[in-house]
């Protein structure tokens, strides 16, 4: 099956500081890839779609300044916080759809557990 | 606006208990379904999906769901649940409209097996 990484698996940064995230693709190319957020005992929140080649698409509410989304190529993606602050401790998941299943199939990295100090 | 209700928050079972968990969603128009599965520490992964067809999905690991278009519902069963089906379950639909074609989450169900 496809297989999504993300780096880092967790990350401890102090207020102030930028994290930067990365999703992959490691066995197949994906022009677009969805960044979410998860916070405790809820559910998935869509932050954003990266695509390859051009900006990213943020949902409403969520600021594009502060989450920078670079799709770099067509294997990656990378999510920078911004000057982070603990309200963006979270835990952030990636996805892409599966090359010919739509954009109905996504498959899933195992998600980066950010905590700011 | 387009949401997804699961209808049970925690669940806990014995094992060779039935299971059923419930997902109601609100759009009118044509929608494809999901259930996600979350084992403890590890990544979403798809358990089972509806596009078209057959309204009763079989999906992995004795898993099935059925589709009620009259219901807005895509209930998760398995006649018989086991100690490692313990994990979170999330219902997702994708709602064709136009180019907007972004996965709606259910809040999840946490679901535990005791042995």
């Known amino acids: 099956g496809a297989v999504v990484s993300q780096h880092p698996s967790w990350v401890i940064c102090k207020s102030g500081t930028s994290v930067k995230i990365e999703c992959r693709s490691l066995?197949?190319?994906?022009?677009?890839m969805f960044w979410y957020r998860q916070f405790p005992k809820q559910s998935l929140m869509l932050m954003a779609t990266?695509?390859?080649?051009?900006?990213?698409?943020?949902e409403q509410g969520v600021e594009k300044d502060k989450f920078l989304i670079n799709h770099a190529s067509l294997t990656l993606s990378t999510l920078t916080v911004t000057s982070a602050h603990p309200e963006d401790s979270s835990f952030y998941i990636c996805?892409?759809?599966?090359?010919?299943?739509?954009?109905?199939?996504?498959?899933f990295g195992p998600g980066t557990r950010l905590t700011v100090l | 606006a387009q949401s997804v209700s699961q209808h049970n928050h925690h669940v806990i079972l014995s094992e060779a208990a039935s299971l059923e968990l419930g997902c109601n969603y609100s759009?009118?128009?044509?929608?494809?379904l999901f259930w996600y599965v979350q084992y403890p520490g590890q990544h979403l992964q798809l358990l089972l999906k509806?596009?078209?067809?057959d309204p009763l999905v079989k999906g992995i690991k004795g898993f099935e769901a059925e589709f009620i278009k009259s219901k807005f519902s895509f209930n998760l069963r398995k006649p018989s649940v086991q100690w490692s089906d313990t994990a979170e379950y999330f219902c997702?639909?994708?709602?064709?409209?136009?180019?907007?074609?972004?996965?709606?989450w259910g809040l999840g169900t946490s679901l535990a097996v005791n042995p």
């Open positions: 996805s892409a759809p599966f090359p010919g299943r739509g954009h109905d199939e996504q498959f």
């Open positions: 066995d197949f190319q994906a022009t677009t």
């Open positions: 990266s695509n390859e080649g051009s900006k990213a698409t943020y």
């Open positions: 759009y009118g128009g044509t929608v494809n």
């Open positions: 509806y596009f078209s067809g």
């Open positions: 997702a639909v994708n709602a064709r409209s136009g180019n907007n074609r972004k996965l709606i």
